[in-house]
């Protein structure tokens, strides 16, 4: 299965929920779990990285090892990717990719996942440039992730922008803020962390399964 | 090692494809036909990669009678998950920070 983090405005929070679903997967479902971040010698999954040598030029080519996922890291989408993925496919039970802000990238990637997750803060400019993308995109794939979510802007509003529901609305959250600074995963370090009722709810479309329910769920089953 | 330190230690396989590490072989394995696997174990040319470019040497003894390429896969993957093992380490706020400037 492969999975998108998207949103044509950066600092939305792809990263960090990409990076957590990974590792989340990883965690509790002991899925084979490849995160390709491209957002290059920018990114944050450098953090977990002790040598940073690149080679090769394929999807497939010098794949991290970390704890917490396998990982790639690339600044542009080979040629070739669409084969690379075939290959991969065959390998990884799951593929994230953590999408950089680049429209047609952003196009080229949704086009083969199977899931899209279009990340939004809740402020006008977020709503605006990623309704526009919206157009672009295979609308049954598409689920809505409201992050950072402060009430600001109420959800039933940006349900009628994308004339979607909204899949998860996230609300700030300490663990989320500060995990790098941990050097790991939520899930490696706080099993019990509040954000990771939320990072359930995304592995839900994965899994089918909840393991982080609700307190009404827990009471009524 | 797991991977190669210099370029020109990487593995050209018999359809053109340039490994540079242990998960690129495994990855290959999942996807080469069977020809292109004998052509290489035939030779000992896995053998000959881990142990002398990738200095694996207990691993490459592990795999020398191997002729079946499911078995070779299952070696090499289990001897990568012994990596991902996670070792929590408690920081505190102060050495989180230090750690953060040598990034900068």
Redesign the interface.
Known sequence: MIISFISLKGGVGKTTLSINLGAYLKKFYNYKVLLIDTNGKYSQN??YLKENNF??N?L????K????Y?LKIIDRLPETYINDIN??K??YDIIIFDVFPNPELIIDISRISDIIFLVINPDFYSLYVNRKLYNYLEKDKVKIVVNKYDKSLDLDFISEVFEKDVYCAIPMNKDLSIFQ????PIS??NEKSKALNYIDQLSYLVTGKRIKKGIFSKIFG | MIKIERENESFTTLDGQKLYGIQDLIIWLYNCSDYDFKYHNDRKDFYNWIYYSLNERDLAEKIININNKIDLIKILDDFMKSLEIYNKKKISDEEAEVEFIKYI
């Not at chain 1, 090892?65 to 917490?68: L, W």
């Not at chain 1, 600074?181 to 790991?184: G, I, L």
């Open positions: 450098l953090f080679y090769g394929r497939w080519n010098d794949i090892i970390t704890p917490f396998h290959y991969l065959r390998v600074y941990k050097y790991a490696f370090y």
